[in-house]
Structures are given as C-alpha cells and as structure tokens.
C-alpha cells in the first residue's frame, strides 16, 4: 500500500476573522489596516494558532479582538514589551504588535527605541493618524507644528515626531510606510514586514474621519489638479533600500541616510513603500546560541520546574 500523504491544511480568510462586532467608526482607516493584516495572514497561510498579535491602548488597540488568533489587548504603550515577552518565551509563534501613534510614540517611546536595537524576528505597525482618537482627538505625537484639527482650540505649539527617523536611528531592520486605505499595498508590506528576519516597523498613515478632519482621504489623494500626495517607491527605479553588505559601514550610512532624506519629505510627496532594509543576528538567534537547547525547544517547554534555584536564593539571602 502507497503511504498516504495528507497535504497541510489551507487556511481560508474566513478564519482569520473573528465574530466580534468591529465597533470603530464608519469611514475609519482602521478597517482597511485590519483587512490588510487578516490577508497578509492569509497570504503567508501562518496557522492562526501560531500567531501572537499584541494592542496597546487606543481605537487600534481592538484589532487583536477582531483576528482569529492569539491577542493581548494590553496596557497605554505596551504592546512592544508583552510582544517581546510572548516572542521569548516562544519563538517559534509570529508575533504582531499594533498600536496608535500616541500609543507607540508618546507613551510607549522608550519601548519603541529599544525594541528597534534588540531585533527579536517580529513585527510592529502603528495606525498612525495625528490624533488620540479614542479620548476625543487631542493632538498626538506626529501631528505637526501649526496644525489645528476641530477638536483642538488652538493650532499645536509642538513639532510633530517623525516616526521613521527614530526607526532607523533605534537601529529597526525593516522600515516601511503604508496608507490604510491602498490594502493591496498595504498587504504586501504587512508580508514583507512579517518575513523579514528580525524586527520589522511599519508606519501606517491612517484616516481618522472624525476627529482629524485635516489629513482626510481627500487630502491623501491629492489636491485639485490631480497630484496624489503618496509616492510609490516601488515605481521608482532607483529606488535601493535594501543593505547587500551589512559589514560594510559606508553603504549602511548611504542606504540610512537615503531613507532619513525620504522621510522627511512633506506636503505633496509623501512616500509609502520599503524605506530601508538591512539583514542582522536576530536576539532570538543571538540567545539560542548562548543556550543550546532554544535552538530545539521554544522557552515554554523546556523543563524549567526540574533546575534547582535553591543557590540563586541562597545567594540572595
Ligand atoms: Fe477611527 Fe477616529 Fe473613530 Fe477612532 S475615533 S475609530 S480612529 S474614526
């Protein structure tokens, strides 16, 4: 009898979806963010019981309700912490953070500068779009200097943060930007991001219909002779973010550099695309090499309970 070979299951769409009523306003950004990261899942056909997505606070933080997989909906500014703990204590599990910019950037800086130079192989996208939503649209870290949206009673007095700059000063392998409401786009980043080897940064600009009433998709398309604001930097033939000699510090500082100049375009030439890329010992592989038996076993089941702590107590008495 011919052995018989059963073919690995074929994950539907459908499954990565949950039965949660999505509660965020008609019109929002999010729903196309959420849609773009349930077909990346698809697209890489990832077991949902093998991903691990992790929300901080804010109208994005209840993506993870609405996929099919394990979610933490966590702390104000947190998901980058949990997301780091999760990936430790199992590798094997693809973990994705989510945030908003107030989350990722004002509350939960620090974790987002430090988890850019611990390259654990996971991901992070940040809804970004200039307000705190949630809590009635207040000014959030990127939105910049001079801009009134309707709830505020007088235009900022701050500069707003640019996002990706941080990112290639914090040292993330894998920078991008997106625009919610272009999912076809937005999903090939969100595949790029999740199989890119170490921590991947996604800036996603979204619109908030009800309390940004400045960077609207009206805004986003462009103004009234038909110039879009979004460059496309995969339609640029130039275009090379990506490192091909991670020991060669010249190109690393050629390729930042190129992609720090980029980021700070404004006004009617926003980029969206790959913005830099360079391939780096992930902490997760730079732990297993210190602990053989990672390489084999994800943290959870190795047999911890049987290690005598006793001297650790002793030590510390
Ligand atoms: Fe979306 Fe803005 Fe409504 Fe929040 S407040 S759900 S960001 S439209």
New binding site residues.
Partial sequence: MPETITPPKKFSLQEYKTEVHVD??P????FGILSSIQQAFFQLQIPPHRIAMISGI???GKTPHYVDTYGLHTLHGRALPVATGAKLANHQLTVVAVG?DGDGYGIGAGYFVNSGRRNLDMTYIV?N?G?Y??TK?QASPTLGKGLQTKSMPEPSIQEGVNPLAVALGAGYTWIGRGYALDVKSLVSLIVQAIQHKGTSFLDVF???????DLRTKEWYAGDDIGRTRLRRLDADASWDPVVKDPANLDEVVQKKTRALQTSYETGDSLAVGLFYKIDLPTYDEQLAGKVPALKEHPLIDLPLYQRDVTPLFDELA
């Fill in positions: 965020w306003c019109g929002c950004g999010d804010g109208c994005s908003g809804f779009n307000v939503g949630l649209g979204q619109t908030c219909p009800v309390y940004n």
